[in-house]
């Protein structure tokens, strides 16, 4: 009797150990199956959690999980992308602009690419007049880029995309046009 009892007992353990094992099992089983996901950190602070498809000079593609349909920041909306991998890439550092004084952080560009997903802040013009007859074009186009910043820096604008003729000479005087663009 005695002997029935044991073997009965070691038959249960050996059923529990089976099962533990069939459950481990399943558990990797699944866990294998399931999508990896990645963190795009936005550089308002906002966190999206997705597969990341493709990372280029201007967008960043990704796809929620449980989804198909393919997904796109520009590149200027993201801070950086934590990948499951563990491997972070940097992309882009946000640019605090708070008052004018903020001007010199400023960047101006040419570039629609660099602005996509920015809020726009309104219109800017710099312009600059000659000082003395020895004012050259490069001394011009620096004071009305300076003007255009700075006036971008004041509607809380971290970026400016030129627009229409860039530079115009009209009477030796240099004009400068743009939207500013802020992060909202």
Known sequence: MLSSAIYIFAGMKNNYFLAAAFCLAAHVGFAQDAPKTDKIIKVNGETVVAKVTAVTDH??????????????????QVKEVDFASGRVQKLTERVEIHSENDWGKVVITTSPADVKGLVSKGDVVGAAMPMTAFSSAANLDERANEKLKRKAAKLGAHIILLTGDQTSILAGKTVKKGVAYGYQ
Request: zero cysteines.
């Open 59 to 76: 967008d960043v593609s990704f796809v929620y999980p449980g989804e198909e349909a393919v997904n796109v920041l520009s590149v200027s």
